[in-house]
């Protein structure tokens, strides 16, 4: 079984410009969650798909930031105009089943690193 | 609000010694929590749940919910277990994470 996989594994671009990156979960996963780490450390929830919907975006930063499902397979996150505060590692994880309280048990893909120059 | 607090960003012991990498929790009711592991040059997993009540490899985590703690502890460290590890709760909010360092 395939495993998450992230494109592209790093991106380095200048401030002002557009990336995409793109997750392909697991499939039959319709839990996709996208994840950053900034400062080398902290993880920073920024959306949750189900299926092809947002179940909750309340962690995207801000309006530059754009995640797509399109048809609740693979997902892409976009980020339009870039600044350099945007530089890191995003992390996309999916998942299958909720447990009976509602949580998940996740799979990450390997991240795509981000640098804003 | 944080949900979930590690409140140690590195732990260093040495091999054989035992450590306890801490996590709190900041809500009522029954939480559901997790440990995830990152080690070097690897993916993000997952590596127990409360909820399983399990143990794997020598590392235990039980919920405490007097003190709201889920620690996760680890009787005898080796030097493979140096790695970030994150607690997180059931809605996937992670801690700000532990780098754990084993030396020889």
């Known amino acids: 079984e395939a495993g998450v996989t992230q494109f592209p594994s790093h991106s380095v671009i200048e401030k002002g410009q557009t990336v995409t990156l793109r997750c392909d979960p697991i499939?039959?996963?319709?839990?996709l969650y996208w994840y950053r780490r900034v400062m080398g450390k902290e993880i920073k929830f920024l959306l949750h798909?189900?299926?092809?919907?947002?179940?909750?975006e309340s962690g995207m930063p801000n309006n530059r930031f754009l995640a797509e499902r399109t048809g609740g397979t693979y997902s892409t996150l976009k980020v339009q105009p870039a600044e350099l505060e945007d530089s890191g590692v995003y992390f996309c994880a999916s998942s299958q089943y909720l447990t009976s309280s509602g949580a998940n048990v996740l799979t990450f893909g390997a991240g795509s690193r981000l640098t804003v120059l | 609000a944080q949900r979930v607090t590690q409140p140690e960003k590195l732990l260093s012991v040495f091999k054989g010694a035992p450590v306890e990498l801490k996590c709190n929790y900041s809500y009522s009711g029954s939480p559901e929590l997790f440990w995830y592991v990152q080690y070097s040059r690897q993916r993000l997993q997952l590596l127990l749940r409360?909820?399983s009540r399990e143990s794997i490899k020598g590392f235990t985590a039980d919920l405490n919910k007097g003190e709201t703690s889920f620690h996760l502890k680890i009787q005898f460290a080796q030097e493979e277990d140096s790695a970030m590890y994150y607690c997180a709760d059931g809605k996937l909010i992670f801690g700000q994470g532990t780098e754990l360092s084993v030396k020889p």
């Open positions: 499939s039959g996963h319709d839990n």
């Open positions: 798909f189900v299926k092809e919907s947002k179940q909750d």
């Open positions: 409360h909820i």
